[in-house]
């Protein structure tokens, strides 16, 4: 007899009221973090999420709602991946299923700034 349970990645409802919840569905078909962090976890020999989050300094409330698609991996943490495990950043976009060609900074945060 088999006693392993099976362990299900919880996945967040495709559907809501927000104006863009059909823009977000369709796109997650692309975008999975899971894929992410359980590379990390593989690359850094690591048990569990919870020492990821230790690893990486965060809070494993983080990593849950990463998992769960309530929040969204920041460039910030991004670099800290990439600090701890040696994968480029280029690499831990595709990890994610982030397939864009260029990131785009919005000019409204740096509208003060003068460039010559």
């Keep these: 007899m088999n006693n392993q349970k099976k362990i299900e990645t919880p996945v967040a409802p495709a559907t809501g009221t927000h104006k863009h919840a059909g823009l977000f ?3 997650r078909s692309q975008y999975d973090p ?3 962090l ?3 976890i593989n690359r850094l020999a690591l048990r569990n999420d919870a020492a990821l989050a230790k690893t990486l300094d965060i809070s494993t409330l983080i990593i849950n709602k990463i998992r769960l698609l309530t ?3 920041s460039g910030t943490l991004l670099i800290l991946m990439h600090e701890k495990s040696g994968f480029s950043i280029s ?3 595709t990890l994610m299923g982030d397939r864009r060609q260029k990131s785009r900074i919005s000019g409204m945060r740096f509208a003060g700034w003068v460039t010559n």
């Design 91 to 93: 690499e831990l976009r």
């Design 38 to 40: 359980n590379a990390l």
């Design 71 to 73: 929040q969204p991996v």
């Design 25 to 27: 569905s369709k796109l």
């Design 34 to 36: 899971n894929n992410l």
